[in-house]
């Protein structure tokens, strides 16, 4: 075949001679063939634009553009952005006002904002949300980036935000790691990956359940070009199970003889770099079988057992309780209940499962996207059934998380292919079958009662939901056991009582996703508090103020915080915007029309961390010869910004400047285990544990010089001057002993928050540090089409102490956005949603003005008082949102998404 010829171009003012098929994506043609990484591809449909490039000045994805048609064009890419002032006044503004999180997306944000920016030198919100509307991003709700772009061309792109000496913590800098995300330089799960590596392609069920054949495998490798191995379940050396708790690990890494629902893996194929692989030829047989897709239906007599040993289908129940329940509500002046239903939810994050593996030595290593290097090295351990020591987990940047990447998915592909063929490997997740084959959000089934007083003393709630767990065990009996000491909100009751339970069936597993089920339990909560509210005629806020948590008050579980209860703070801050709102909107309803105004309260808590379990970090920092503070940080960023909180409280505790750290990546050879990033925990737990590290170094520093603790300590190059009061004295670090790692002195400190087990009724002390928000939505419903329109949310959180602001806010409203495709538009559906065009989540234009108020209570366990808040931003947005739309249309909606032909049906009473 005649070779086609070279296709020639200018790729960041440099031309470029591709000799490829003319239908090769840009993307992979940048990626794959120039190495130029900084594009990142999230869908390859077009959908999520990540990939978005310049063509000519015009922005287009280069997933979509087959290089065939690009001879003498000239085509920008992330990378090109350092070159130009106003590139660098765009990286500048994305770093000021916290544009980039996981910086997965951010490419193609900047890609798109520059050529905006090109054509409008002060665009505006509109044009902006225009410009950057096909640019999907998942974690920060869009309104800093808004902000980045719209001051892109007032900032000094060499304005530094250094903060004074001891005060870092409190301090708006910027993320630590946001340079090399803004200039494409980071290195996500893909990124790295030699271009040589064998590739990995994973063969799924087309079912829910199904029985199945593998055929003459050795023969198809053999009949096959470019196919170097095919795995399935015999070549599994170790146990071929995984799951996050121990207990209930339920999950093969490749299903053995029959499958529990569509998309689980029975096989791999490894193959050539560059190998069409064809997957319809793999010998396979199935025997589909009837499947089972509702709890109702998993929980019947005589349903089929999804796992032989789980009677009735019944995962793990749930139960939290204490007063008499039914006394206390038949005594109530009021009494309200309400049925609720969520839906599977699909994280989304922008990045795929994505990663590579090589062997070193004795080690496997394994370069790959998570959130839990040290879980995953012991399960992958225990997969291959060698000593955990043998497995190397090398976190690459995270490009989103939100709990879907707690689980192993690739992880022990990677590595079995790896050991079996001895060369590296890779692969990255199609987005349908990172879809098909993660976890999801738990669908709930809600049923609650709620009594008040006359007065709007509440009395008593009874609760229960029955959670959708999916095929696998996955974080089901988390939700389960989380949820019971949650669903009751922040509030004062005589009596309460909380039972759930996670029931599988042929759905994907459902694990953790921001919130591990309370966001579904807030929605019953907190609209039956507004059914409450309209029962006695009461305004909702003033409902909450009367029944909100205060210090010293029991929890449901009868634990009592003496301080650091910062919710009617909360709700105070948003007295105003709550009173202006419902004035406005009166007053816009007093107008006849289909659109008809509402406004929405709703208020939540979150405990920080495990639920009544040990959850230690461990962090350790250390100085060597040339003067580096070498932060080993365990804690993975997933985009929530560990890296920079972590940096920041490091540096106080120390008594240097923020410059003076290192981060050292949390690779499981050389960095102690941090813990999981999820629960909200890394800001409070590990947090305390960099904290108390910083503080030892400090001392053993100061101890160098023969001085007290408080001293105060600057490092210069080599020189370590150690000052107090009238004493000082210089060390010349190179004359020290080093130790195995190269540090003259380190401190290693871990913390475990201090919470108890739980009795037969749930009660004890299950989290140390627990956060408060709550917000308010104004929105306006079209009565005619169903269809919303959200015009503002106001925000209060209680942080406890906000380490970066602009983090804090960043985090806030990108929950909030999460909440608004909870609670507006997300819905998975099994074998159906499996892109991110079908699949809707928030865009640039869904997303309204959020007004953030920060409550600083100082937590007494906190790091300087801080506690987390990464899951407490989503929970009010939901109910928040049905409570406005019963506002403004007088009937509830009871179902999420509230789709418009949902709202339509309230409209119409039916
Ligand atoms: Fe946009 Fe993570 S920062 S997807």
Not at 95 to 105: D, E, P, T, V
Request: net charge negative.
């Amino acid at each position: 075949m005649t070779p086609a010829p070279a296709i020639s171009l200018h790729v960041n003012g440099d031309l470029v001679e591709l000799s490829v098929d003319p239908m090769t994506r840009l993307s992979q043609a940048l990626r794959e063939e120039l190495e130029i990484t900084g594009t990142k591809v999230g869908c390859d449909a077009g959908d999520c634009g990540a990939c978005t490039v310049l063509l000519d000045g015009q922005p287009v994805c280069a997933c979509l553009t087959p290089v065939g048609r690009l001879s003498g064009t000239r085509v920008e890419t992330v990378e090109s952005l350092s070159a130009s002032p106003a590139g660098r006044a765009l990286q500048a503004a994305f770093l000021r006002h916290g544009g980039a999180q996981c910086g997965f997306c951010t490419p193609g944000m900047l890609m798109a904002g520059s050529a905006l920016l090109a054509r409008v030198t002060t665009p505006t919100e509109a044009e902006i949300q225009d410009a950057l509307g096909g640019v999907l991003c998942r974690c920060t709700g869009y309104r800093q980036i808004i902000d980045s772009i719209a001051d892109a061309g007032r900032l000094d792109p060499n304005d530094p935000t250094e903060p004074a000496l001891g005060k870092a913590v409190g301090a708006r800098v910027a993320r630590v790691d946001g340079p090399i995300k803004v200039r494409g330089d980071d290195r996500f799960g893909d990124d790295g990956a030699p271009r040589d590596a064998l590739t990995i392609s994973v063969v799924r069920s087309p079912y829910p359940s199904a029985g199945f054949d593998l055929g003459d495998v050795d023969r198809y490798v053999a009949r096959t070009p470019g196919v170097v191995a095919v795995l399935s379940a015999a070549d599994v050396p170790g146990r071929n199970c995984f799951g996050v708790i121990p207990a209930a690990a339920d999950q093969p890494v490749f299903a053995e003889a029959h499958t529990r629902f569509e998309g689980e893996a029975v096989a791999a194929v490894v193959a050539e770099p560059g190998a069409a692989v064809e997957l319809g030829g793999f010998p396979l047989t199935w025997q589909p079988r009837p499947a089972t897709m509702h709890p109702a239906d998993a929980t019947r007599s005589g349903a089929a057992l999804i796992h032989a040993d789980r009677p009735g289908n019944i995962l793990v129940n749930g139960f939290v309780a204490t007063g008499d329940v039914e006394a206390t509500l038949a005594e109530a002046d009021v009494q309200v209940e309400g049925q609720f239903r969520t839906t599977f939810v699909e994280h989304a994050y922008i990045e795929p499962e994505s990663g590579w593996a090589e062997l070193s030595d004795d080690l496997i290593v394994i370069h790959v996207t998570t959130q839990t290097p040290h879980m995953d090295r012991e399960a992958t351990a225990a997969i291959l059934g060698v000593d955990p020591e043998r497995v190397v987990i090398r976190p690459t940047a995270c490009g989103g998380g939100f709990g879907g990447k707690l689980d192993l998915s690739i992880q022990p592909i990677l590595a079995l292919a790896a050991l079996r063929c001895e060369r590296p490997v890779r692969i990255t997740y199609s987005r349908p079958e990172s879809m098909a084959s993660t976890t999801k959000r738990h669908p709930a089934s809600i049923s609650a009662r709620l009594g008040a007083d006359r007065d709007g003393q509440l009395a008593a709630l009874d609760f229960h939901a029955t959670f959708d767990t999916g095929a696998y065990a996955s974080w089901g009996p988390t939700v389960a056991n989380r949820v019971p000491i949650h669903a009751g909100g922040p509030y004062r009751y005589r009596a309460y009582r909380a039972r759930t339970e996670a029931v599988h069936t042929n759905g994907p597993p459902a694990g953790a996703f921001r919130g591990f089920g309370v966001p579904q339990a807030a929605i019953a909560q907190e609209c039956l508090f507004d059914d409450l509210a309209r029962r006695l005629g009461l305004d909702p806020l003033e409902l909450r103020l009367r029944n909100a948590l205060r210090a010293g008050d029991p929890t449901v579980t009868g634990q009592v915080f003496a301080s650091g209860v910062g919710y009617v703070d909360c709700l105070e801050a948003l007295r105003e915007p709550w009173t202006e709102a419902l004035r406005r909107a009166a007053e816009l309803n007093s107008a006849a029309g289909p659109r008809r105004a509402g406004v929405g309260l709703a208020g939540a808590w979150y405990g920080c961390g495990n639920t009544a379990l040990p959850n230690p970090s461990t962090i350790k920092v250390g100085l060597t010869p040339d003067g580096q503070v070498r932060l080993h940080q365990g804690a993975v960023d997933i985009g929530q910004g560990s890296n920079t909180v972590m940096a920041q409280i490091c540096a106080d505790a120390l008594g240097v400047p923020l410059r003076n750290i290192t981060l050292v990546d949390a690779g499981t050879d050389h960095t102690p285990d941090a813990g999981k990033t999820s629960a909200s925990r890394q800001t409070y737990v590990t947090g305390n544990a960099t904290f108390e590290a910083a503080t030892r170094l400090r001392a053993e520093l100061a101890e160098l010089a023969g001085l007290p603790a408080d001293a105060r300590l600057v490092i210069d190059g080599g020189v370590l001057t150690v000052a107090r009061d009238t004493d000082r004295a210089e060390v010349h670090l190179a004359e020290l002993p080093t130790d195995a790692e190269g540090f003259v002195a380190v401190a290693v400190a871990t913390y475990d928050p201090p919470t108890t087990a739980l009795d037969e009724n749930g009660q004890g002390e299950p989290y140390a540090v627990f956060g408060y928000g709550a917000q308010v939505v104004q929105l306006d419903v079209d009565t005619g089409t169903g269809v919303i329109r959200l015009h503002g949310i106001d925000a209060a959180y209680d942080v406890g102490r906000a380490v970066n602001p602009t983090l804090v806010e960043g985090q806030i409203i990108g929950g909030i956005a999460q909440g608004i495709g909870m609670a507006l538009m997300e819905e998975y559906v099994p074998g159906v949603t499996d892109n991110l065009h079908d699949y809707l989540i928030p865009t640039i234009g869904d997303v309204p003005a959020v007004r953030v108020t920060l409550v600083e209570s100082g937590d007494p366990l906190g790091p300087y008082g801080a506690k987390g808040v990464g899951e407490h931003a989503l929970l009010p947005t939901a109910p928040a949102i049905l409570n406005a739309i019963c506002h403004a249309v007088g009937r509830p909606v009871r179902r999420v998404p509230a789709t418009p032909d949902r709202v339509l049906q309230a409209v119409r009473g039916r």
